[in-house]
């Protein structure tokens, strides 16, 4: 009896469902993959199909999880809204309409210059693109590699948050003149015959020349 205790005693942990449930509960910020799988002695092709599994349970729990590139978190879920703004005291998003048209644009386009975005709504964009970076809802993703090489903008993981949504994957679907804007070609986006050489000159020499590319290289 005392080996087969012993036996016990010494099996490894093996992490499970609930573990990682429990460590982003208890996480009071977004957590990378990567410190996740440290924290839970597990691989990241174990700690993938964890994330997947979580992603099922929750989804009739009235909570979500959030995936963000390579960072998790959990956050309510959409349908809970009205309850959770009760609590918080708000009746809604407290952005105007301006802010509000170019995270749009931004989040169905990313990533998207200031030029861009004002291509799309016609208008001046610096308002509103300071006021979603102040709120953490879209962040710098590198820049264009056209004349001045301009910023270009994505959205954030307190977006997801904020918005009820698990990943850019939820974002609602188009429909008619929204959807043609989505793939529209914007001119003060096309790149160069200069860039077009460099950009094959990444491709040969492998380095990365986009922000996923990047993203993709530091995995």
Excluded: C
């Amino acid at each position: 009896m005392s080996d087969e205790r012993e036996s016990v005693a010494a099996a490894p942990w093996v992490a499970t469902v609930e573990d990682l449930e429990a460590l982003l509960f208890v996480v009071d910020r977004p957590i990378s993959r990567r410190e996740a799988a440290k924290l839970l002695e597990a691989s990241k092709s174990y700690l993938d199909r964890l994330v997947t599994a979580l992603t099922t349970n929750l989804a009739q729990r009235g909570i979500t999880l959030i995936t963000h590139g390579d960072e998790l978190q959990l956050a309510s879920g959409a349908d809970q809204a009205r309850a959770v703004l009760a609590w918080v005291g708000t009746g809604g998003s407290d952005l105007t309409a301006a802010p509000l048209e170019t995270l749009a644009v931004i989040a169905y386009r990313q990533p998207v210059t200031k030029g861009g975005i004002e291509e799309i709504r016609g208008v001046d964009a610096d308002y509103a693109l300071r006021v979603l970076l102040e709120r953490g809802l879209i962040e710098e993703a590198g820049r264009l590699e056209t004349a001045g090489r301009p910023i270009r903008y994505a959205t954030t993981l307190e977006f997801l948050r904020r918005f009820g949504l698990g990943s850019l994957a939820d974002l609602p679907a188009l429909e008619g003149d929204a959807e043609a804007l989505r793939h529209l070609d914007l001119r003060s986006e096309a790149l160069d015959s200069s860039t077009a050489r460099g950009d094959e000159t990444d491709v040969a020499t492998g380095a990365p020349s986009t922000p996923a590319q990047e993203d993709a290289a530091t995995d």
